[in-house]
């Protein structure tokens, strides 16, 4: 039990900071309300006319995001393989070639396709 001490202290703390944070900003912060900050956006600029259905996103939007996550699940991939390296040796090795090398023929055609261009 002793073990999670630490995890349950830094919870804590975190709930803690984040409350305060929110109280504070309340009390600290400018109370200049206007039409426009009442707003579902909330960002005090005048929101402009948006179709019937929200409108369109762009088809590049959607590329952009999947690359990132394809990208961030091979670092996420890497960390615990860098960590773990000196007793997987050899077979964690090839193992992990064979996943970079199958990430960077990914990387290949989309940047061949031109998935990285943003015109």
């Known amino acids: 039990m002793n073990l999670y001490v630490p ?3 830094l919870g804590a703390l975190a709930l803690l900071f ?3 944070s929110v109280i504070m900003g309340s009390f600290t912060g400018p109370k200049r309300w206007n039409r426009a900050r009442l707003e579902a956006y909330e960002c005090g600029i005048e929101p402009t006319p948006q179709p019937v259905g929200g409108g369109r996103f762009p088809v590049k939007y959607y590329l952009t995001a999947m690359l990132f996550i394809v990208f961030d699940i ?5 960390y615990p393989w860098a960590v773990a390296f000196d007793h997987m040796g050899l077979f964690g090795l090839v193992e992990m070639v064979l996943f970079i090398v199958t990430v960077l023929i990914a990387y290949a055609y989309v940047w061949r396709r031109g998935g990285l261009e943003w015109d």
């Open 7 to 9: 995890i349950v202290v």
């Open 18 to 20: 984040a409350v305060g």
């Open 74 to 78: 091979e670092i996420i991939f890497l």
